[in-house]
C-alpha cells in the first residue's frame, strides 16, 4: 500500500504527465492510499486490513481488479463482479477474460497484461473496449501496473478501470455532426446524407433502427428517404403512405407537425391500421420526429424503431432531436440548390424553361427526328402592344399578362412540344414532329395565336393581346437550331413589318433581304473608319431682319459605290444597330469644330444646331460627353443648339426632361424638331426647358392651302408665343408659305426657298454675302 503513496517517485512522476483522466485515477489512487496510512498509522492486524481495503476499493465506483500471471482474477471490487453479470467476488475469482469476454476483445486484454508482466513498466491511460453488464459494449480507460509478492517477484497485475463510455459516445457524436454538417456543406446528394445520418445514430443507440421519410410538395405523403439497417420490403409498404391522425407514428406526427412516441405499437390506437402490416419485421416500438424547416413547415419525418417496448431516455431526446434538426437543414439545402437549378433552367416569371435549356432540348429534338420524314416548327412569338399595357396598366398587370399567355400557350401545345420565354414579352415555340403539310402546320400556329388572343380578365379589366409570329420548318428552312432560330427571327421581322397580328413563315427572299442588310450595317461600320462621312449646313433665318442666325449640321454619306447617300437612307439601320452612338459623336464634334473655325475666321454670330438621335440621347453620362467635345473644340456652349424629336422625348419624359436639364446646366440650347408628329402634351411641353419649337414640314408643305395645315401650323406658332418659345418653320419653299407663317408670328424660317443645305466653303460664301433681306425676295 505504501508504494502507492504520492511520496513514490514512480506516480510522482506520472502525476505530472499524463492526461487529465489518467491523473484523476492516479489521484485518486494516491488519495486512497493516504487515506489509509491516515486511518491505520501503527501496524493493524491483517483480517481487518483486509476487511477494509474491501470495504473501500468496494465504494470506488472504478473497476479495481487484480489477476495472476494467467490471467485469472485474483481479486476484483464490486462494481467489477456486478458489470461482469455476477453477483459475489467469489465468482469472479478463478475466471479470465476470456470466460466473460469474446474472444477478440478478450486477447486484446490478455495481451497488454502480459507485457506488463513481462516488462514490468506499467501501463496507464489505455483506451479499451469491454462487454459489461448484460452485454453492454463499453469504452474503458485503464490502467495497469505490475503485481510483484513480498520478494519483488511479479505475480500478476493490478488494474483500474474508468468506464468513459459516455465520453466516447459524445466524442463520437461531435465527430459524426461534424461529418454531416461538412457533407450539407459539400452539397452530398440527401440520400447519402441520411443513410450517414441514420448509421451514426444507430452506432449511438444499440438496438436502434432508423429511418427518414420525406414529405410531398402537396404535403400529403410520405415518402421513403433512406433507411439503411431496415427491411426493404417494409420500406417498400410505407413509401406513399398517406399522413392523417391515426397513421402510425409517422403519419401522425407529420400530421400532427409533433413528435409522437409510440412505446408499444402493440397496443397504441395510432397503430391499429398498421398493425399487421408491422408485426412481421418484430417492431414493438417507434419514435417519430417530423424534419421542420426554419419556418416550421413539415419537411418529413425521423424515426427510430425498436424491438423492445420502450420510450427514449433524456440522452436519446437530445440525438433524435439533433438527427431531425441536421435532416432539416440537408433538407433545405437540397430544395434551395434544385431551386436555383431551375432558376437557372427556367423563366422565374412564367415557369416556363428558358433559351439555355430550350437550345439543348430543341437540338436533341432534331436529332430525334432527322430522318423521320416529319417536320419540326420553331416559331417566334411577339406580343403586340405589350408595352402599352405595361405602360398604361403598370408592371404587374404586364406581368400577370405574360403569365396568362404562358399558360395559354402551354396548354395549347402538346407535352412533347416546347413554349420558352425568351425575354420580355418574346417566346419560342417548337411543335415536335408534325406531318410535312403547310396547312396543317399554319392550322396549329393559328389556333395557338387564337388561344392568346382570347379576351382576358387583368386587374378587373378586359384585355386582348394579338401577337405577331415568325415560323420556320425543320429540315426545309433549317437544319440546326441556329439556322432555325434565325430564320425564324427573319420572319418575324417580316411580320413587324407587315404591321403585327400576323404570321409570316420564312422565305428565301427573306433571307436575301436580311442579307442585303447585313451588308449595309458593314458598310455603315466602314464608313467612319473610312472618313466617307461628311456635314452640310442648311442655313436658318430670322424672318423679321432676314439675317442667318443658325446652321444646321446636316450628316451626308459619300458612298464609294452609291455616291452621296442621303441620311434618311442610312440613319434608320444605324439606329437599329447602334451605330448611330458613334456616327453622331462623328457629327457633333465635326459641327462644333465647324462652327468654331468659322467663328475664328470672324463670321457673323451663328449658331449651330445639330441632330440628336434617341439612341445617342439615352447614352449614360450624355450631357458630360457634349460638354467635353464643346471643351475640346473650343465652342461656346450657348453656340450650339441640339434638335431633340419629339418622338424621342416621349419615350421617357422623365429621362428626357433630366437630361435636358443637364444639357441646360451647361449652357447649351435645345430645339424641338418635328413638332406636331410626336403627340407631346401640352402640360408636358411647359417642363421642357428649351427655346425654340420646329415646326414639321410636313404642315409646312401645304399651306397656305389646306386650312387644316394652316390652322394647325398657326396654332403651334400662338403655343410657342404663349409659352415663350421662339418658333422655326422647316421645309418652307415658297414665298406664300413665308408670307403666311410672317402673318403667323413666325420667327424663323428654313428651306430651300432660302437655301438647300451647303457644303462648308458654300455656306461661308453665303454669310459672307451682303445682308440677305427676305423682303427682297
Ligand atoms: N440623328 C441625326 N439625324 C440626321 C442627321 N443629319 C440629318 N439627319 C436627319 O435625317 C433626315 C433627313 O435629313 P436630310 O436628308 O438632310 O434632310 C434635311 C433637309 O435637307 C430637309 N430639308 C430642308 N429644307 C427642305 C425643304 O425646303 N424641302 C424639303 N423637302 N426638305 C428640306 O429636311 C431635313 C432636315 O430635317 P430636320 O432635321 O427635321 O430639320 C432628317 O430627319 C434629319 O433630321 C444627323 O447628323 N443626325
Not at 425568351?422 to 415536335?432: C, H, K, R, S
Not at 427573319?490 to 409570316?504: I, P
Not at 422623365?654 to 449652357?667: D, R, V
Amino acid at each position: 500500500m505504501a508504494k502507492n503513496t504520492s511520496r513514490n517517485p514512480r506516480y510522482a512522476a506520472l502525476n505530472a504527465g499524463g492526461n487529465a483522466e489518467t491523473r484523476r485515477l492516479i489521484d485518486a489512487s494516491n488519495r486512497l492510499a493516504e487515506e489509509v496510512a491516515r486511518i491505520f498509522p501503527s501496524e493493524p492486524d491483517i483480517a481487518d486490513r483486509h476487511y477494509w481495503l474491501e470495504t473501500i476499493i468496494n465504494h470506488v465506483p472504478d473497476y479495481i481488479y487484480a489477476k495472476d500471471v494467467e490471467g485469472r482474477f485474483l481479486i476484483a471490487n464490486q462494481v467489477t463482479v456486478a458489470d461482469n453479470g455476477l453477483e459475489a467476488m467469489k465468482d469472479i475469482v478463478g475466471k479470465t477474460d476470456f470466460d466473460l469476454h469474446p474472444p477478440q476483445m478478450a486477447k486484446a486484454i490478455a495481451d497488454i497484461e502480459r507485457r506488463v508482466i513481462e516488462t514490468g513498466e506499467p501501463i496507464f491511460g489505455i483506451e479499451e473496449r469491454a462487454i459489461v453488464s448484460k452485454g453492454r459494449d463499453r469504452w474503458l480507460m485503464t490502467s495497469k501496473v505490475p503485481l510483484r509478492n513480498k520478494s519483488g517477484k511479479i505475480v500478476g497485475i493490478v488494474g483500474v478501470s474508468r468506464d468513459i463510455s459516455d465520453r466516447k459516445a459524445a466524442e463520437r457524436l461531435l465527430e459524426g455532426q461534424a461529418r454531416l454538417l461538412e457533407m450539407i456543406a459539400n452539397g452530398r446528394p440527401l440520400d447519402a446524407f441520411f443513410r450517414d445520418m441514420i448509421l451514426l445514430i444507430e452506432a449511438l443507440m444499440p438496438g436502434i433502427k432508423g429511418s427518414v421519410l420525406l414529405l410531398s410538395p402537396d404535403g400529403r405523403y410520405l415518402f421513403h428517404g433512406a433507411a439503411p439497417s431496415l427491411d426493404e420490403a417494409y420500406c417498400a409498404t410505407i413509401h406513399g403512405v398517406e399522413i392523417g391522425p391515426r397513421m402510425g407514428s409517422c403519419g401522425t406526427a407529420a400530421w400532427r407537425g409533433e413528435q409522437v412516441i409510440v412505446s408499444d405499437i402493440q397496443v397504441d390506437p395510432l397503430w391499429d391500421d398498421y398493425r399487421e402490416l408491422v408485426l412481421p419485421y418484430g417492431f414493438r416500438s417507434c419514435w417519430s420526429t417530423p424534419i421542420h424547416s426554419r419556418e416550421r413547415k413539415v419537411l418529413g419525418t425521423f424515426a427510430l424503431y425498436s424491438d423492445v417496448v420502450g420510450v427514449p431516455d433524456d440522452g436519446q431526446k437530445e440525438l433524435i432531436a439533433m438527427a431531425a434538426h441536421l435532416a432539416g437543414i440537408a433538407i433545405e439545402r437540397k430544395q434551395a440548390e434544385d431551386r436555383i437549378s431551375f432558376m437557372a433552367h427556367h423563366d422565374a416569371l412564367t415557369g416556363l424553361p428558358n433559351r439555355a435549356q430550350f437550345e439543348e432540348q430543341v437540338a436533341e429534338a432534331l436529332e430525334a427526328l432527322r430522318g423521320s420524314g416529319q417536320w419540326a416548327v420553331l416559331a417566334f412569338l411577339d406580343l403586340d402592344n405589350f408595352k402599352l399595357v405595361n405602360d398604361t396598366l403598370g408592371h404587374a398587370a404586364g406581368d400577370e399578362l405574360l403569365k396568362v399567355t404562358a399558360s395559354r400557350m402551354r396548354a395549347s401545345v402538346r407535352k412533347s412540344d416546347m413554349v420558352v420565354r425568351v425575354g420580355g414579352d418574346e417566346f419560342i415555340l417548337l411543335l415536335n414532329g408534325l406531318p410535312c403539310e403547310r396547312d396543317i402546320v399554319l392550322a396549329r400556329l393559328e389556333d395557338i395565336r387564337r388561344a392568346i388572343a382570347a379576351p382576358m380578365q387583368i386587374e378587373g379589366r378586359s384585355l386582348q393581346v394579338t401577337c405577331s409570329m415568325g415560323v420556320a420548318c425543320f429540315p426545309n428552312q433549317g437544319k440546326t437550331v441556329g439556322e432555325l432560330l434565325a430564320n425564324a427571327d427573319m420572319a418575324m421581322y417580316r411580320a413587324k413589318e407587315l404591321g403585327r397580328n400576323n404570321l409570316q413563315v420564312f422565305t428565301e427572299e427573306m433571307a436575301a433581304k436580311a442579307h442585303e442588310k447585313l451588308k449595309q450595317q458593314e458598310e455603315l461600320r466602314q464608313a467612319l473608319a473610312r472618313q466617307e462621312f461628311f456635314l452640310q449646313f442648311q442655313p436658318q433665318m430670322n424672318l423679321a431682319t432676314g439675317r442667318v442666325f443658325a446652321a444646321e449640321a446636316l450628316l451626308r454619306w459619300r458612298h464609294p459605290e452609291r455616291g452621296t447617300v442621303s441620311p434618311a437612307a442610312f440613319i434608320p439601320l444605324a439606329e437599329e444597330t447602334g451605330l448611330i452612338v458613334p456616327i453622331g459623336d462623328w457629327v457633333l464634334r465635326a459641327a462644333c469644330r465647324q462652327a468654331r473655325a468659322w467663328q475664328d475666321e470672324g463670321l457673323p454670330p451663328l449658331i449651330i444646331s445639330v441632330n440628336v438621335s434617341a439612341r445617342q440621347f439615352r447614352e449614360r453620362n450624355w450631357a458630360a460627353h457634349v460638354a467635353a467635345i464643346l471643351t475640346e473644340t473650343g465652342l461656346d456652349p450657348f453656340r450650339l443648339e441640339l434638335e431633340l424629336t419629339e418622338s424621342l422625348i416621349m419615350q421617357d419624359v422623365p429621362g428626357a426632361i433630366a437630361t435636358m436639364h443637364e444639357l441646360q446646366a451647361i449652357g447649351v440650347h435645345l430645339a424641338i424638331d418635328d413638332f406636331g408628329t410626336g403627340y407631346s402634351s401640352l402640360s408636358a411641353l411647359k417642363r421642357f426647358p428649351v427655346r425654340r419649337l420646329k415646326i414639321d414640314r410636313s404642315f409646312v408643305a401645304d399651306i397656305p392651302t389646306d386650312l387644316d395645315d394652316n390652322a394647325i401650323t398657326a396654332a403651334i406658332i400662338s403655343l410657342a408665343r404663349n409659352l415663350g418659345l421662339r418658333v422655326i418653320a422647316e421645309g418652307v419653299e415658297n414665298q406664300a408659305q413665308v408670307e403666311f407663317l410672317r402673318q403667323s408670328g413666325c420667327d424663323e424660317i428654313q428651306g430651300y426657298f432660302f437655301s438647300r443645305p451647303l457644303s462648308a466653303p458654300d455656306f461661308e460664301a453665303l454669310m459672307l454675302q451682303p445682308r440677305f433681306s427676305i423682303h427682297s425676295v
